[in-house]
Every structure is written in C-alpha cells, then in structure tokens.
C-alpha cells in the first residue's frame, strides 16, 4: 500500500497573510501527517503558482463547497484553521464531511464579540455591560449616553485588534471614527456578506490586571498553554 493510503491527511486553512504557518507544518511533519494548504490565493494564478487549494475566505459557503469538492478526490481526515478568519469554514466544512469538529455556531461565536457577549449573558456569566452600534451612527449622540471611561472594539476582528479604552465624549468619537477607518481597510473583513463587518460594541470598562489565555479544550477538558500578560493592556 502506498504512503498516500496510510498518511492521514489534513487540511490546513491559513490566509496568505498569517504568520503562524511554520509551527503548524513543522508539527505535520513530525507526526508524518500529509498537508494540503487551503488558502485565500488569487483563483487565477493558483494553477500557475501550483497552490493546491485556493478558497474564498470572504465566503464561507463557497469556501465550504469548494473544499468538499476537493474531499472527492482527495479524502481529508481533519481541517484545522490556523487563524480566526478560517475558524467558521473549518467548522461548517467538517460537519459536512462527518470529520472531528466545533459546532459552527460556536466558530461563529468565538470571532464574533457581539454574539459572544449575548450568549455569555444568556449563561448568566458576569460580563461587562455592552450596546452595538452601526458605523454609519452618530458618535457624539452615543458619546454623551455612555459612562466613563468605556471600551470600544469591532465585533470581527480577531483579538485586540482596534480596541480602545476611552476616558471622555471627545476621546469616544475620536476612537469611533478611527475603528471606522481600520475596518475600512482592513483585508480580513467583507462588508457585503456580513453587516457586522460595519460595526463595533461598546463596553463597560473593567479595571485590573489584563491577561491572555492560550488553551485547548476537548471534550470539556481545558489544556492551558500558556497565560501572559497583554502586551497593549487597557489599564
């Protein structure tokens, strides 16, 4: 039997851009996994740069229908995205091939702050107290409704990115015009497929030590990897 029989296969969602690439592939590696790449490369040169995989990370239901198509020919054992962009694919794409998989709501969850806070308040955990609003709004009318000092972030990107502590109304508009300003050029996001791509939350400042958490969970089993301070904290 030939190794293309015994290697699992795995299929490995990462955006042009990402930087965590190597450790991901270097892990394959070692546990002698085979690995396609599926990534968000121009459809038009992929034949010519020979990506085996290029996918339309602004649409997940295409990218989904895409990759099962390529299960056809080339049966996948698992999919794993490496960044929060690829997390909803991953997710949809495995249920649909019965591979190992989060529920697509949860993917859909984790990246999106704004559905996050709601299902967090539907748990009863103690969270900050939070409003969603449009970019097309008018800031200073929101500005002068808030409490101080207050937290503006955008519901889809990942992370940290374009959060802001504020201390006043003037501070607020400023920093709500500068979250308009990174979602507008911002390569990860695609206004026309999701509306909360236009919008940003606002939040209840809590103060304290700020850290993250790097972990796994499986099976209700949380494997923490490692708890470090933010290197841009908000106090």
Same mark, same amino acid.
């Given at each position: 039997?030939?190794?293309? #029989?015994?290697?699992?296969?795995?299929l490995l969602l990462m955006p042009t851009t990402t930087y965590r690439a190597e450790p991901f592939l270097e892990a394959a590696q070692?546990?002698?996994?085979?690995?396609?790449?599926?990534?968000?490369?121009? #459809?038009?040169?992929?034949d010519e740069w020979n990506v085996p995989l290029a996918l339309r990370f602004r649409d997940p239901s295409q990218a989904v229908v895409d990759i099962i198509d390529y299960d056809r020919a080339h049966p996948l054992d698992a999919i794993v995205p490496v960044d929060d962009k690829t997390t909803e694919i991953a997710a949809r794409a495995c249920e649909a091939l019965a591979l190992a998989h989060n529920a697509p709501a949860a993917a859909v969850a984790s990246r999106n702050k704004y559905r996050l806070r709601t299902l967090l308040d539907r748990a009863e955990v103690a969270s900050p107290a939070y409003s969603r609003y449009e970019l097309t709004d008018d800031p200073v009318q929101i500005a002068s409704e808030q409490t101080y000092p207050c937290v503006l972030k955008p519901l889809l990107l990942s992370g940290s990115r374009g959060v802001i502590r504020v201390d006043t109304p003037e501070?607020?508009?400023?920093?709500?015009?500068?979250?308009?300003?990174?979602?507008?050029?911002?390569p990860d996001l695609a206004p026309g497929n999701d509306p909360d791509a236009q919008r940003l939350l606002v939040e209840s400042y809590i103060p304290g030590v700020e850290v993250a958490l790097e972990g796994l969970l499986m099976h209700g089993d949380l494997r923490v990897l490692a708890i470090f301070d933010k290197p841009d904290p908000l106090e």
């Amino acid at each position: 039997m030939s190794d293309d #029989h015994i290697r699992k296969r795995l299929l490995l969602l990462m955006p042009t851009t990402t930087y965590r690439a190597e450790p991901f592939l270097e892990a394959a590696q070692q546990l002698d996994i085979e690995v396609v790449v599926g990534t968000d490369f121009c #459809h038009v040169l992929a034949d010519e740069w020979n990506v085996p995989l290029a996918l339309r990370f602004r649409d997940p239901s295409q990218a989904v229908v895409d990759i099962i198509d390529y299960d056809r020919a080339h049966p996948l054992d698992a999919i794993v995205p490496v960044d929060d962009k690829t997390t909803e694919i991953a997710a949809r794409a495995c249920e649909a091939l019965a591979l190992a998989h989060n529920a697509p709501a949860a993917a859909v969850a984790s990246r999106n702050k704004y559905r996050l806070r709601t299902l967090l308040d539907r748990a009863e955990v103690a969270s900050p107290a939070y409003s969603r609003y449009e970019l097309t709004d008018d800031p200073v009318q929101i500005a002068s409704e808030q409490t101080y000092p207050c937290v503006l972030k955008p519901l889809l990107l990942s992370g940290s990115r374009g959060v802001i502590r504020v201390d006043t109304p003037e501070t607020f508009v400023q920093a709500f015009y500068r979250i308009g300003r990174i979602l507008q050029h911002s390569p990860d996001l695609a206004p026309g497929n999701d509306p909360d791509a236009q919008r940003l939350l606002v939040e209840s400042y809590i103060p304290g030590v700020e850290v993250a958490l790097e972990g796994l969970l499986m099976h209700g089993d949380l494997r923490v990897l490692a708890i470090f301070d933010k290197p841009d904290p908000l106090e």
